[in-house]
């Protein structure tokens, strides 16, 4: 026993998620609902996950912020919440384009009698004013990730503010160094929840695989298989965008190919933010730009989800014999890209989305229960692409600020 458990601590990471992800494929086909015995693994990986969101989201953006200048910062976050929207608008785009090219739900006769609540959309101006929690306490108890950061920033800039004072240096230095040493400790931490990650992946995408059963599968593939394209001509779209910075492709998805395969089991970008951010870390990127940019994209940057609602759209439309004019496409891309800075990054989120689109374009309501049947299979690839498109987006960012800053040395 112990010379197996040596093995499997020896054996590469990606080759431990590789092996779970494609047994735990298999295992759901064969299984069915019977895989539902192996619930208490995955959730035990996403509670690992979640448990390490709040200090490692804290500590490194401390420390990044005390790491760089405020103007510096600035220039960084005008950059980010750009990208983020203009990636979330030309999402939509591609998945309008490729529904359109393939029609998904044309001639399609799918009885159902589900019904589904949508939850309210908090709406653009109530996540901003989230942004500001009304006690620290609240945001991290309601995992708040924008009151998160916000709270974070503060003190940084305090901190960093105490550290440049004559009466307070000492004692801003001393605060520094153990929220530094924290944000070390953290990390070790998520180093050994690494080892267990294959288990929690191969007991979620069982589970997944075997609740969802071929029936619905093969009854919705064709809308599935044209959402995959989507989300496909989306990352050759990024590897353009990289290949344009100078950064070697292969290169970067060999660094984060573990938060990838994570995003796409546990349909979680949030609950993926822990190995997001140590990805961020392992590919060199700044600790101040990469401790904002990626805890801020998984709340706000939903290329995935983007390019959802479009799918869904062009699928109801086919669906119900409607058709989607110019008007309509254009109302899609302005609505979905302002929806998907309201949604969260946890799995069935999309669905607020979506019912958003449908009500403002006038697609009927009633499709979004037949979507339902198949979400977890779509949120695989949707939270796939949204984890892809945040790391993509602060290594190019952070391409374009190697000459213009150097980290604070400390």
Not at 26 to 47: C, D, K, S, Y
Not at 122 to 150: C, D, H, R, W, Y
Not at 166 to 173: P, S, W
Not at 307 to 327: D, E, K
């Amino acid at each position: 026993m112990r010379r197996i458990m040596s093995g499997y601590l020896k054996l590469s990471l990606i080759i431990k998620i590789t092996v779970a992800l494609i047994l735990g494929i298999f295992t759901g086909i064969i299984f069915g609902e019977q895989t539902a015995i192996l619930a208490p693994l995955g959730e035990l990986l996403l509670r690992l996950l979640q448990f390490l969101i709040i200090p490692l989201v804290l500590f490194t953006l401390v420390v990044g912020v005390n790491m760089t200048h405020l103007g510096h910062l600035g220039r960084m976050g005008s950059k980010v919440f750009i990208y983020y929207v203009i990636t979330s608008a030309l999402a939509i785009m591609v998945g309008l384009a490729v529904g359109g090219l393939f029609d998904p739900g044309t001639g399609l006769s799918v009885q159902t009698d589900k019904t589904v609540e949508v939850p309210e959309d908090p709406g653009v101006v109530n996540v901003l004013l989230n942004i500001v929690p009304t006690n620290i306490i609240g945001a991290f108890n309601e995992m708040n990730l924008l009151g998160i950061i916000f709270t974070a920033l503060a003190f940084g800039l305090a901190i960093s503010a105490l550290r440049n004072s004559e009466q307070h240096a000492d004692l801003g230095e001393h605060v520094y160094k153990v929220l530094e040493a924290l944000n070390e400790a953290t990390f070790k931490i998520l180093n050994v929840i690494l080892h267990y990650v294959p288990i929690g992946i191969f007991a979620i995408v069982a589970e997944t695989i075997g609740k969802q059963g071929l029936d619905t599968i093969l009854s919705l593939g064709n809308m599935i298989f044209v959402l995959y394209i989507a989300l496909f001509v989306q990352v050759g779209i990024y590897m353009i965008l990289l290949l344009v910075f100078k950064t070697n492709p292969l290169d970067f998805f060999r660094h984060v190919r573990t938060p990838i395969i994570t995003a796409f089991a546990t349909q979680s970008s949030s609950g993926t933010l822990p190995l997001t951010m140590d990805a961020g870390k392992n590919l060199g990127l700044s600790k101040s730009l990469y401790s904002f940019s990626l805890p801020l994209g998984a709340t706000i940057n939903m290329d995935g989800a983007a390019i959802r609602i479009a799918i869904s759209a062009v699928f109801a439309a086919n669906y119900t014999g409607m058709s989607l004019s110019f008007t309509d496409m254009l109302m899609i891309v302005i609505v979905g890209t302002l929806a998907s800075i309201g949604t969260a990054g946890v799995p069935g989120a999309g669905i607020i989305m979506i019912a958003t689109v449908f009500a403002q374009v006038g697609l009927p309501m009633e499709v979004v229960a037949l979507l339902t049947a198949v979400d977890a299979l779509v949120g695989m690839g949707c939270t796939t692409l949204n984890v892809t498109g945040d790391l993509v987006g602060t290594t190019l960012i952070d391409k374009t600020e190697k000459h213009k800053t150097e980290e604070v040395s400390v």
